[in-house]
């Protein structure tokens, strides 16, 4: 049974683990900044239980569900369902937990599903998409339908904003009318901190601690590091103003065409024919992205140059390109290679082939696979006999992660053998 996958998942899983250790000797931040110290606190995982709303508060705002949060705050919400943090456990991450053991899956949860009351609902059902509990409760049993699901429901609005039935927020926009006094806020106010402001509040999960897992020296994820060190960040952007404009809660990245599209420039020189060879450059420059693009290791960016024939078929031999990538193996033991642009770096394509006699087109393409690392891991999993818990979720796994591939770029340009230099009327095209 799932051989390699035995083989894979726990060292996935230990890996994450020792990502995970957080020790008070980290020296990441300095310990004396204000905003620091309250995130030391508001971040300390596993986080712990809300406890019991106090009387205060109606059933409505006692609620930790978003739906109960999007009565009142409805734009917040509309934006958060369609971000990835709404589907932080989505089949991927649950099927691989469905194999796991609490002390395993806690790790996950960690960033994907934080709250207390999330890990109890998950113990309690252990239950997804028609999958059987591994043991404990069975789904009937379970007495409270409304949070029987809260675990699915991946980075919640509570998750960011709640401690101890307590309401946590940045500072009030200072544009809106003053609030008067005389009446009770609802959910009793909140304690505002500008800590919500800072870039370090999404550290606590896109950032390992300076002595988490790496490989090759690099740490795993390194998104915050990256970002201090970008020039967006001396010109005082955040990861909120690219990724919360406004305040919105939109979490747009690498999955989302105009976002990837924001954060580069990408360039083609004339294409040339001379002496039976044609040439052209395409560059890519990360102008814009406030950290390395891309800053994962899941991510692929492929830049592409080919020759088509009339019927639109790719002709032999004609293919060159350039991979942008932090390729690593499975068990993320070994970097292959890391072509990762930081901010400013450009990559370059310089296409030079002969030219075939059938060839009607040059065709330039940079095409994404937001999950290409996942979608690798998923094949793995599923070649190998996998007829454990979560099979059946690691094929809708695998089937959305390939359903994310975008083009970013394409160009065609019309290629008459023998005339130079070419540029095709109408053949650009930006999808
Ligand atoms: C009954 C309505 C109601 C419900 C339910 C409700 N809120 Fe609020 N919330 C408000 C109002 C009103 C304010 C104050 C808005 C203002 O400043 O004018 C507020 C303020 C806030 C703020 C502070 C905004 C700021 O400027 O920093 C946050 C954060 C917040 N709510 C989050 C939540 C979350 C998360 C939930 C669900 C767990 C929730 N709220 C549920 C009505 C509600
Ligand atoms: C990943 C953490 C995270 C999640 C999840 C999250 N928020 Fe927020 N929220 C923030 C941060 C950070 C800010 C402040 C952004 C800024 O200052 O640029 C904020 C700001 C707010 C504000 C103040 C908005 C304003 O215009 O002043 C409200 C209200 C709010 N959130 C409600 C919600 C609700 C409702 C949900 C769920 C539908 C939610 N949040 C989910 C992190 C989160
Ligand atoms: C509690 C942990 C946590 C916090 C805090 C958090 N994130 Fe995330 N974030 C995640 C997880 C987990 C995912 C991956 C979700 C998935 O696809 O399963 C993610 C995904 C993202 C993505 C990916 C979008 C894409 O296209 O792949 C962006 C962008 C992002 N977060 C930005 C932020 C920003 C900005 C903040 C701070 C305001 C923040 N996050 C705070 C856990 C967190
Ligand atoms: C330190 C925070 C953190 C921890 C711990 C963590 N993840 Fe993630 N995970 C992320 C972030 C951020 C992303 C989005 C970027 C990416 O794709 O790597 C993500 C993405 C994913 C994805 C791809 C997106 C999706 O929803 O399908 C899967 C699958 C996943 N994680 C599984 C796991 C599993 C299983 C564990 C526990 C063994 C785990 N993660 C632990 C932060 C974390
Ligand atoms: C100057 C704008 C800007 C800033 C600042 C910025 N980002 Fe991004 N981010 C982008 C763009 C554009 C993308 C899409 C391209 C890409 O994926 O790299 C992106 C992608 C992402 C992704 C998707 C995964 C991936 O591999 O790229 C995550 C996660 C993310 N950002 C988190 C953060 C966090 C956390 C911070 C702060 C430490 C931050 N970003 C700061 C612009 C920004």
Redesign the pocket.
Known sequence: MYNKVKKILPILIVALLLAMVRSSSDNKFPSNDEVQHFLDWYWDRPLAAQGHPPSTLNA??A??EPE??K???PSQFADWEKSRHARAMGPGVYGQILDMTEDEYQNCLDCHAPLKEQADTLAKTRFYGGIKPLGGASPTQVSTPVSEHLHKKGLI??TC??RGYQ???????PD?PP?TSESR???NG?N?HKAFEDSRFCAACHQFPANGYAINGKLLENTYNEWKESPQAETGQTCQSCHMPNRRHLWRGIHDPKAVRSGVDIQVSPVKITDGFVSTQLSMTNTATGHYFPTYVTPKIVMQAYQENKQGKLLENTLQQTIIERHLSLDLSTEYFDTRLAPGQTAILNYQAPLKPQTTTLVLIIKVEPDAFYTRLYQTLLEEDFTDKGTTLILQALAESTASNFTLYQKRHLVFPGASPLESPNGARLI
């Not at 309401?167 to 926009?173: K, T, Y």
Request: proline residues 11%.
């Open positions: 409505l705002e609620s930790l109960a949060c009565r009142c705050h609005c509570s904003h709640l309401w946590f927020g940045p500072p009030r926009r809106l609030l806020l609802p959910h909140w505002s």
